[in-house]
């Protein structure tokens, strides 16, 4: 099974860029549908961007044109470049892998917009 380690989050202004990593472990992404998810105090987790196997992206419509989810197979790592940062993207940020009916996460990266 494979392990998933989230890095990048911090502190930026509204308008501000970021980039996460998913540096993974244990196995290789390539075979996974690999995702971002985000969770905000109060709210549910919710789907942000995923990534599929054969390269297929797709986005929630809040973050449309805004980020970037992709993959570096040979550093078996996935990214989530979130530029034109807006205070409601505030959230603890987790990296998904699904494979096979199961889903694995990692511990979370906490992403906080303010000025």
């Known amino acids: 099974q494979v392990q998933l380690v989230e890095s990048g989050g911090g502190l930026v202004q509204p308008g501000g860029s970021l980039r996460l990593s998913c540096a993974a472990s244990?196995?290789?992404?390539?075979?996974?549908?690999m995702a971002w998810y985000r969770q905000a105090p109060g709210k549910q987790r919710e789907l942000v961007a995923a990534s599929t196997r054969g390269g297929s992206t797709t986005y929630a419509d809040s973050v449309k044109g805004r980020f970037t989810i992709s993959r570096d197979n040979a550093k078996n790592t996935v990214y989530l470049q979130m530029n034109s940062l807006k205070p409601e993207d505030t959230a603890v940020y987790y990296c998904n892998g699904y494979l096979n009916r199961n889903d694995y996460w990692g511990q979370g990266t906490q992403v906080t917009v303010s000025s």
């Open positions: 244990g196995s290789i992404i390539s075979m996974y549908v």
